[in-house]
């Protein structure tokens, strides 16, 4: 997953400038993995406020598909 922020350039059109990579961190040791966060393309991830603190989280399925990453 990439972040891009959005603008208008003098001719009003929609244009997007990269901001950051979002990696995969590993809550149990609070280590930085250098992988996106993983989506298998079968499965639909949602990116929504999921504990309502204002931030937007990802979910989506793990490799095997037997649990759900947030």
Known sequence: FM???G???SDSELC???Y???YFKNLKSDTV???NAYNNPGDIPAIV???NDGDLD???YDIQGGYMNW
């Open 3 to 5: 972040i891009y922020t």
């Open 20 to 22: 950051k990579a979002l």
């Open 49 to 51: 406020d999921v504990d």
């Open 16 to 18: 997007f400038t990269f």
């Open 58 to 60: 990802i979910v989506s």
């Open 7 to 9: 603008y208008y350039n």
């Open 33 to 35: 993995h250098n992988v």
